[in-house]
């Protein structure tokens, strides 16, 4: 059975940083896109970023200029590098693996909370 982890999350400061990883021990890994993806109490799962197989990446509003996302695929995982942080980005934050358009694995979800 495929597991994709995720970790790294924990209590920050505003203005802070974490990053958080998504690691899976599936050999498909270097084929699939990874996406991270957020959820805070009363809203809706919000894609924050996604990166290709190829390394192509794309950012939700929220992630623009301040999260990056990469991957090392000989480790068979994902990071997501968040930087200036924000009370707004507390968050559960999931990752999952797709194929094209199709959603395939979720991670278990790591809390992110972002507080003075």
């Known amino acids: 059975q495929v597991q994709l982890v995720e970790s790294g999350g924990g209590l920050v400061q505003p203005g802070g940083s974490l990053r958080l990883s998504c690691t899976t021990s599936?050999?498909?890994?270097n084929l699939w896109s990874i996406k991270w993806y957020r959820q805070s109490p009363g809203k809706e799962r919000e894609m924050v970023a996604t990166i290709t197989s190829w390394g192509s990446t794309d950012y939700g509003d929220s992630a623009q200029g301040r999260f990056t996302i990469s991957r090392d695929n000989e480790k068979k995982t994902a990071y997501l590098q968040m930087n200036n942080l924000k009370p707004d980005d507390t968050a559960v934050y999931y990752c999952n693996a797709a194929s094209g358009r199709h959603s395939l694995y979720w991670g278990q979800g790591t809390q992110v909370t972002v507080s003075s």
């Open positions: 599936a050999s498909l890994f």
